[in-house]
Each structure stands twice: as structure tokens, then as C-alpha cells.
């Protein structure tokens, strides 16, 4: 069974202040890993797919990168407006669906 | 270019009660599914529907739950005799393709059972 594991839950950063969050995965065979945004209230958004070891994809402030074992999401000098709950989930070879994490919560403070 | 339509956005229930939530997937999109969502855990899937066909059911509960996706109209998801546990928000997404991750998500549809 495919399993997600991100950390950490929760993460306060000044604004400026660089950091990443961390996906850990398990799965038997890994067609692709996915970032989403969530804003309280909302449903989830969709950010970025990385499909093999060694990608790296970038948007804005945010950049994924992927190894056979876990993703990291990288912010760089975030904003307020970074706030939110990053999902990790991954598709595997054989299945319909995405497992997501439960998500690492970030807060950016002016 | 509307997004992924879901109502109602809140609904109350009191138990024993049935509940129906509807989603009208992005233009142009034939796959349709449902996720739910509860406090503090990750959105756990439920079903993956075609127009008029349930591909995979496998984290429906064998009881109470089911969803139909019919060839004119929105997707549903119907809860009969809900109870406590059943209180979550509830997601759909759509995509324009089969064995994609690249889902758009609705707003979601808040489920509380009193």
C-alpha cells in the first residue's frame, strides 16, 4: 500500500526566511508525485508533478525536487501569501488514485 | 471557464438523515472523483466514476455510501443514514484524463451530522 509521510505538521517562517518541507513515500512503483496548495476553506490546488528521481520544477517562490525516497519543497524570501497547507500525494503504476500526506501547514509572519 | 462545481458548499444532517452532494466536473472533463477530508488527517479517496461507469470503488464504505456519474447531469454522492463519523469535508476533482495526478478540485461540500 502506497504511504506519505510529511514533515514537518507545522511551520512557522518570518517573511524572507528560506526553508523547505519534506515528503516521505513508499510506494511499489512510483508513476508520479504531486504538490498541492490548500487555503483554509478551499479545496486543493494543484502546484507541481515530478515523475523521476533527480527532477526539479520551479513556480514563483517554490521549487520541487524529487529522489527515489523522498520530494522536498523548497520556499525561498516567502511571502504572507505563501500561508497555507502544502499536500504531498503520489500515484503509483496500477492504481486509479493519489495518497496524499497530511500536509505541512505553513505561516508566514510579516 | 468555470471550475469544478460542487453544492451544496454546507450541509446539516441530523443522523438517519440522507445526504447528497453534487459535483459538475470542469468543461470538458469526463473523470470524475470524490475524496474526503477529515480534521487533522489527509484527503483519503473514495471513488474514481467515467460518465456512467464507477472505475474504482475501493475506498467507498461497503455500506450507506454510493456515487453516480450519470451521462446528462452532475456527479453524486449520496450518504443514506448518515451518522457522526460521516461528518468531513468532501472534495471532487475532475481531470481530462485517465492515470493523471493533475486534479482540479472543487470548493468542497462541509458535511455536519448532528
Known amino acids: 500500500e502506497d504511504q506519505v509521510t510529511q514533515s514537518p505538521e507545522a511551520l512557522r517562517l518570518q517573511e524572507g526566511e528560506s526553508s523547505s518541507l519534506n515528503c516521505s513515500y513508499t510506494?511499489?512503483?512510483?508513476?508520479?508525485l504531486f504538490w498541492y496548495r490548500q487555503d483554509p476553506g478551499k479545496g486543493p490546488e494543484f502546484l507541481f508533478t515530478?515523475?523521476?528521481a533527480g527532477e526539479e520544477k520551479e513556480k514563483e517562490r517554490l521549487k520541487a525536487t524529487l529522489t527515489k525516497k523522498e520530494s522536498f519543497l523548497h520556499i525561498t524570501a516567502p511571502k504572507p501569501e505563501d500561508s497555507a497547507t502544502y499536500l504531498c500525494?503520489?500515484?503509483?503504476?496500477?492504481?486509479?488514485?493519489?495518497?496524499f500526506g497530511t500536509g505541512t501547514r505553513l505561516t508566514i509572519i510579516p | 471557464n468555470a471550475g469544478v462545481m460542487q453544492n451544496p458548499r454546507h450541509l446539516v444532517r441530523r443522523r438517519g438523515q440522507e445526504a447528497r452532494l453534487r459535483c459538475s466536473p470542469m468543461?470538458?472533463?469526463?473523470?470524475v472523483y470524490w475524496y474526503r477530508q477529515l480534521p487533522e488527517e489527509g484527503l483519503k479517496f473514495m471513488v474514481y466514476?467515467?460518465?456512467?461507469?464507477?472505475?474504482?470503488e475501493s475506498g467507498m464504505p461497503k455500506e450507506r455510501f454510493s456515487a453516480e456519474f450519470p451521462k446528462e447531469g452532475p456527479s453524486i454522492l449520496r450518504i443514506q443514514q448518515v451518522v457522526r463519523g460521516d461528518s468531513a469535508a468532501y472534495f471532487c476533482?475532475?481531470?481530462?484524463?485517465?492515470?493523471?495526478?493533475?486534479?482540479?478540485f472543487g470548493e468542497g461540500s462541509r458535511l455536519t451530522v448532528l
Open positions: 466514476l467515467q460518465k456512467e461507469n464507477i472505475i474504482d
Open positions: 476533482a475532475s481531470s481530462s484524463s485517465p492515470n493523471t495526478g493533475e486534479l482540479f
Open positions: 515530478l515523475y523521476s
Open positions: 468543461k470538458g472533463h469526463s473523470h
Open positions: 500525494a503520489v500515484h503509483s503504476f496500477g492504481n486509479e488514485k493519489l495518497t
Open positions: 510506494v511499489s512503483g512510483l508513476r508520479g
